[in-house]
């Protein structure tokens, strides 16, 4: 198979979708590897290293779109790399639809066949390739928070942590799934005080061994996200429904009964956001203030850490990447149920069931289509 590797343009993207040893794997097996010029280039990889480990190299990313049966990215394709895209052609990328209407419809009309990270699960029911993201965005959540709250940055002037005779900062999580976990390890190793709601019982015993009483864990309910939201210095939007748009559990009336200078950190806002007020931001200007309450919603924060994102990502997706490769789409994807989970638009149909009914669109079962 032709497998073809386009360089990120969204800003300040800088991972790529294969590094060299993964592109090795492939080539290894007589596939065919197509890496644009500099793709690799923001994680210290040239593309000597790619040539190296049997790529071609194109000129640009309308060569890799043009040739390639399979495009492998990590963010989801922006207006002009959709626009590329071929009936029957593979692509393997983080998706979030279910936010993204325009998105969603060009991917429909294009008759080209896209799998998302985000769905793809696992024999125990988990999301391993965005586990990788989620660990890394948990992490970062917590030094973005901490960073938010200086004075410089429109927070309230405290250190997370504290100093010895004054309290450290009250970080509240939204979610106890892999961000979440992540987040409360981060927070709790800076010396914060922190609490972790969740409305999963099994999911509050887990994180109760791991953090062995240290942690606060509380059942989500809707009294207890509220009165914790405005008790927070830092809250961090960590909930997650596989595929689907994050609820809204900080409305916009809860700010004005928050903290002035309290900071919220919206991780889910590549699925819409957990607050009202949320609004996707960059890199480049990551916060900004909505009634006294600082807004961080940068919708790559694993972007910032490329090298070990990009590292952390491939581990996850060469398995499938190989299969994909090997197989086929249709033999790849009914080798494995979870695998199959991923696939949410195929030859013009949306098999994605959260999708579908985020934008009220058709849904067919990705089954069907094997």
């Known amino acids: 198979m032709q497998v073809g590797v ?13 590094v060299p040893a993964s592109v090795r794997e492939l080539t290894s097996r007589g596939h065919r590897v197509l890496v644009e010029t500099g793709a690799g280039a923001g994680i210290g990889f040239g593309d000597d290293a790619y040539r190296a480990a049997g790529a071609d190299i194109a000129a640009n990313a309308a060569e890799v779109f043009a040739t390639a049966e399979l495009i492998v990215k990590v963010k989801e394709p922006q207006a002009g790399e959709r626009a590329m895209l ?3 052609q593979l692509l393997f990328t983080y998706l979030h639809l279910a936010p993204d209407r ?23 029911g988990g999301l391993p390739l965005l586990a990788p993201m ?23 002037g405290i250190l997370l942590g504290g100093v010895p005779g ?7 999580v939204l979610g106890g799934g892999v961000v979440g976990a992540n987040a409360a390890r981060m927070a709790l190793g800076l010396h914060a005080d922190v609490t972790v709601l969740d409305r999963n019982i099994d999911t509050l015993r887990r994180l109760d061994r791991e953090f062995g009483g240290v942690v606060k864990l509380i059942y989500a309910t809707q009294e207890a996200t509220e009165r914790l939201i405005l008790q927070a210095d830092l809250v961090i939007g960590a909930v997650l429904l596989p595929g689907a748009a994050a609820p809204k559990l900080i409305r916009r009336e809860h700010l004005a009964q928050m903290r002035p200078g309290s900071v919220i950190v919206d991780v889910a806002i590549d699925q819409g956001g957990c607050a009202e007020t949320s609004r996707p931001t960059t890199h480049d200007n990551p916060v900004y203030v909505v009634d006294g309450i600082v807004h961080y919603c940068v919708a790559n924060m694993p972007g910032a850490v490329a090298r070990t994102s990009t590292f952390a990502l491939n581990n996850a997706t060469l398995p499938y990447i190989v299969k994909l490769a090997d197989l086929g789409w249709r033999a790849a994807l009914r080798s494995d149920a979870g695998f199959l989970a991923g696939l949410n638009v195929a030859e013009g149909k949306l ?14 079962e990705a089954q069907a289509l094997l």
């Open 6 to 18: 386009p360089k990120e343009i969204k800003i300040h993207e800088y991972r790529v979708g294969m």
């Open 86 to 88: 071929r009936a029957g």
């Open 102 to 124: 325009p998105q969603t419809e060009e991917l429909l009309a294009s008759g080209a066949i896209a799998i998302a990270y985000e769905t793809v699960s696992d024999k125990q």
């Open 134 to 156: 989620s660990e890394v965005a948990g992490r970062m959540a917590v030094q973005a928070g901490a960073r938010a709250l200086e004075k410089s940055q429109g927070g309230a």
């Open 166 to 172: 004054v309290a450290p900062a009250k970080v509240v």
């Open 351 to 364: 098999t994605c069931k959260a999708v579908a009914e985020a934008h009220g669109l058709p849904f067919h």
